[in-house]
């Protein structure tokens, strides 16, 4: 698409690209990760590795573009990397906190707050409860409310919509993104 007979020009355009697109950039990051920290650490990562790489991009794409096919990338190695990690975890906190079809696993709303299989060690027990805890507060408060609201409550999402003053599509992508954090928060405290 684009041919740079001079490194001026292609230097130019990325730099306005990220000038341009950096906020782009983050919050697609920020929605992936669940972390603003992580988010802004990749971002960064990605915006380096694709100016060394610079040399390599043939203006098959925009240069946008580009660079986020690299965030993507960086994205997934993060992941990738965080799987990796997990495998060496005492337990897998997706499987104790969310059932196969995503939603949360019963034994975590039962009577008594986020109870753990009676398994487990009280020490165990209130190491993972300290975490969630930890995680829960770090969410924004509306989401904290809405989480606790449909899973510790057990409330409607019509009396959630009229409690928080949000739409029934906000409360699901609210859930959603919010378990999405949990379990990235989780995962990067339980190491």
Known sequence: MTNYPQDIDIKLDFKNVILNSYKKFYTHACIQLGCKETAK???????????????????????????????????????????????????????????????????WVSESLFEIEQK?????????WKFLVDCLNALKEQHKQIVLFKFYFNKSTRQICEECN??????????????????????????
């Open 41 to 107: 650490d990749i971002v960064q990562e990605s915006i380096l590795t694709a100016y060394e790489k610079l040399h390599q991009f043939e203006g098959k794409s925009s240069l946008e573009t580009w660079i986020f096919a690299i965030l993507n990338n960086k994205i997934l190695q993060h992941f990738r990397s965080k799987q990796r990690e997990q495998k060496h975890l005492d337990f897998d906190s997706e499987k104790l906190l969310f059932n196969k079809n995503g939603s949360w696993n019963k034994k």
């Open 120 to 128: 487990e060690s009280q020490e165990e027990k209130n190491k993972i």
């Open 166 to 191: 949000v739409s029934e599509d906000n409360v699901w992508q609210i859930i959603h993104r919010s378990k999405l954090q949990l379990k990235v928060c989780l995962q990067s405290k339980i190491k």
